[in-house]
């Protein structure tokens, strides 16, 4: 993923060494040349920020709507630096009671309620009980207004023991 990043990088460095040079011996007017040198370096920043996400930061996007939970950390509020805790989740999207695709990383912000329910649900994996969680968004009460989420709709998050499998009759 690194050597992917690095030309990237390098395709856009070209990108702007080409707009530049056009800008200099083109006669467009002056604000188109401005307007190609903010658009490419409005670039750069938007495909940094997206690139993150595939680099294996949790993601701040939705959690899916049904999933397997495979591991939970729980980081605090803090105080004394003012940091505001945040909520990692491991999880693997479920459709029709299977589990599709890769694990992904989600980022939430902090809840005392939401910190209960992973404490819950990380006891019962550490007995042996897999967890699956159901998510509902509940567009009325937003709490969560920072823009700094992508997930713009309150989560409320439902973990649960998965069931156990019913087994046809001998």
Not at 103 to 126: C, E, G, I
Request: charged share 15%; with cysteine; hydrophobic share 40%.
């Amino acid at each position: 993923m690194t050597q992917t990043l690095w030309l990237l990088g390098g395709a856009y460095v070209a990108l702007g060494v080409l707009v530049l040079a056009l800008n200099i011996r083109s006669g467009w007017p002056v604000w188109i040349r401005l307007a190609c040198i903010v658009l490419v370096s409005a670039l750069y920043f938007v495909t940094w920020q997206s690139l993150q996400d595939l680099r294996g930061w949790p993601t701040r996007l939705n959690l899916p709507p049904h999933f397997l939970l495979n591991a939970s950390s729980v980081v605090e509020p803090d105080e004394a630096d003012g940091s505001p805790g945040h909520i990692y989740l491991w999880v693997t999207p479920v459709v029709d009671d299977e589990p599709v695709d890769m694990p992904r990383a989600f980022l939430l912000p902090y809840s005392r309620d939401l910190h209960t329910r992973v404490q819950r649900a990380r006891d019962a994996m550490r007995n042996g009980q897999l967890q699956m969680g159901d998510t509902t968004v509940s567009t009325g009460n937003q709490r969560i207004n920072n823009p700094s989420n992508f997930a713009q709709d309150h989560q409320e998050i439902d973990l649960h023991n998965v069931p156990e499998p019913s087994l046809p009759e001998k």
